[in-house]
């Protein structure tokens, strides 16, 4: 999905939300949002941990009906979907069983299955030496990827994601698992749509050839697994062109890491703080869970 920024006079990134409701009203209230002239794109995990996934859910479609927000998949989001057809157990520590048993609880669902797993957006204000590109994505990108291959894989899933319901269920009881943990171009079928997943929605460290590692989900500080390191210090083919704003990595604390990467999964659900990060000049808001 590419989404035409210009006009607007703010837009925000925010980063996993996790259920938080009344930290994403107080953030809201914080950056004094106007849904008659601001944006937002929430980078995923709408869903889960917090207090209220819910209303989250209810009030992030809203604000997409009015023409005020896009959200992407997170990785919490999918598990939603994939417990709604049956293929998950809520896990206890997800709080989303009111998602289910809310009369609009498969409506919300419904719409969820059908939203992006990236967003690049496109800012072409006059003051600007040249237009400014932002790639959005809930995890990462692959260095080896080029913006193309992104928007094209992406698209892959996407569009399974979307389909019939007999062939989202194929695909999501082949969604979970950790290998392959490597792109190769001739995966196929479901084990290429799952490669493509981990990618975007799971992916914190890699190695040089983007061999994934899953279980490391500490801070920078920490000691990483021999030849892995996060996946931005291999400086992919995206960043070239793109800002790249990513959640997901709660460790991270959205703290600075370049200009050309931007993490905004402040870790709210932890007991962290709900980040916002405008497109349009870079000023970052931090707000602590309320509750």
Request: hydrophobic share 40%.
């Given at each position: 999905?590419?989404?035409?920024?210009?006009?607007?006079?703010?837009?925000?990134?925010?980063?996993?939300?996790?259920?938080?409701?009344?930290a994403?009203?107080?953030?809201?209230?914080?950056?004094?949002?106007?849904p008659?002239q601001?944006?937002?794109?929430?980078?995923?995990?709408?869903?889960a941990?917090?207090?209220?996934?819910?209303s989250?859910?209810?009030?992030?479609?809203?604000?997409?009906d009015q023409n005020?927000?896009?959200?992407?998949?997170?990785?919490?989001d999918?598990?939603?979907?994939?417990?709604?057809?049956?293929?998950?157990?809520?896990?206890?520590?997800?709080?989303?069983?009111?998602?289910?048993?809310?009369?609009?609880?498969?409506?919300?669902?419904?719409?969820?299955?059908?939203?992006?797993?990236?967003?690049?957006?496109?800012?072409?204000?006059?003051?600007?030496?040249?237009?400014?590109?932002?790639?959005?994505?809930?995890?990462?990108?692959?260095?080896?990827?080029?913006?193309d291959?992104?928007?094209?894989?992406?698209?892959?899933?996407?569009?399974?994601?979307?389909?019939?319901?007999?062939?989202?269920?194929?695909?999501?009881?082949?969604?979970?698992?950790?290998?392959?943990?490597?792109?190769?171009d001739?995966?196929?079928d479901n084990?290429?749509?799952?490669?493509?997943?981990?990618?975007?929605?799971?992916?914190r460290?890699?190695?040089?050839?983007?061999?994934?590692?899953?279980?490391?989900?500490?801070?920078l500080?920490?000691?990483?697994p021999?030849?892995?390191?996060?996946?931005?210090?291999?400086?992919?083919?995206?960043?070239?062109?793109?800002?790249?704003?990513?959640?997901?990595?709660?460790?991270?604390?959205?703290?600075?890491?370049?200009?050309?990467?931007?993490?905004?999964?402040?870790?709210?659900?932890?007991?962290?703080?709900?980040?916002?990060?405008?497109?349009?000049?870079?000023?970052?808001?931090?707000?602590?869970?309320?509750?």
């Amino acid at each position: 999905m590419k989404i035409d920024i210009t006009d607007y006079r703010h837009v925000y990134a925010i980063g996993d939300l996790q259920g938080c409701f009344a930290a994403l009203k107080a953030l809201l209230k914080e950056i004094q949002f106007d849904p008659s002239q601001d944006f937002i794109i929430f980078t995923g995990d709408l869903v889960a941990r917090g207090e209220d996934s819910l209303s989250c859910l209810r009030f992030v479609k809203k604000l997409y009906d009015q023409n005020a927000a896009a959200t992407i998949l997170g990785n919490h989001d999918l598990t939603l979907i994939a417990t709604a057809r049956g293929i998950k157990k809520i896990k206890e520590k997800d709080r989303t069983q009111d998602i289910f048993d809310a009369m609009d609880g498969s409506d919300l669902i419904d719409w969820l299955r059908h939203q992006p797993l990236f967003i690049e957006t496109v800012d072409h204000t006059p003051q600007l030496d040249e237009p400014k590109l932002s790639a959005i994505v809930h995890a990462g990108i692959p260095h080896i990827w080029s913006i193309d291959q992104v928007i094209a894989y992406a698209n892959e899933v996407e569009q399974v994601l979307q389909a019939d319901i007999a062939r989202l269920d194929e695909f999501l009881k082949e969604m979970y698992g950790s290998q392959p943990n490597v792109w190769h171009d001739d995966l196929s079928d479901n084990i290429r749509l799952r490669v493509i997943t981990n990618y975007l929605t799971r992916m914190r460290l890699s190695d040089a050839q983007s061999a994934l590692e899953f279980e490391f989900k500490a801070g920078l500080d920490d000691e990483m697994p021999e030849g892995y390191q996060p996946w931005f210090n291999f400086n992919g083919q995206v960043e070239r062109s793109h800002r790249i704003i990513f959640g997901h990595w709660a460790a991270l604390q959205a703290k600075p890491i370049r200009q050309n990467v931007v993490a905004v999964d402040g870790g709210c659900v932890w007991g962290g703080e709900l980040v916002a990060f405008n497109l349009k000049n870079e000023e970052q808001f931090k707000i602590s869970n309320p509750l």
